[in-house]
């Protein structure tokens, strides 16, 4: 059993960074690939990125956050980390990262992942 954990959520001023981190424990985190996903109030979730850690390290991130957001790994902490940069009000939401094997016609599809963690709330907001 795979257990995340994220944190680094909070509020923020627009055009500021937050860093999001998500502990793996249960598993060892180079057997998966993590994907981070975000819900708005009143909004379905959505696919933010990942990295295909088992197939070249190759990163897909939604339109959206292109060019402001990057994931990063640290492997001696079994850590993946979501850096967010020049955020927008219309990134407030609860980010949660999520462990699965998804083939790459599904990284984007949250019923892909099999373990979530609880979720961490990210505010941007004057």
């Known amino acids: 059993q795979v257990q995340l954990v994220e944190s680094g959520g909070g509020l923020v001023q627009p055009g500021g960074s937050l860093r999001l981190s998500c502990e793996i424990s249960?598993?060892?985190?180079?057997?998966?690939?993590i994907g981070w996903f975000r819900q708005a109030p009143g909004k379905e979730r959505e696919f933010v990125g990942t990295?295909?850690?088992?197939?070249?390290?190759?990163?897909y991130y939604a339109d959206s956050v292109k060019g402001r957001f990057i994931i990063s790994r640290d492997r001696a902490k079994n850590t993946e980390y979501l850096e967010m940069n020049k955020l927008k009000p219309e990134d407030t939401a609860l980010y949660y990262c999520?462990?699965?094997?998804?083939?790459?016609?599904?990284?984007?599809?949250?019923?892909?992942?099999?373990?979530w963690g609880q979720g961490t709330q990210v505010t941007v907001s004057v």
């Open positions: 249960g598993g060892t985190a180079s057997q998966y690939n």
């Open positions: 990295v295909r850690r088992t197939s070249g390290n190759r990163h």
């Open positions: 999520a462990a699965g094997q998804p083939i790459l016609s599904a990284i984007r599809s949250e019923n892909a992942y099999r373990f």
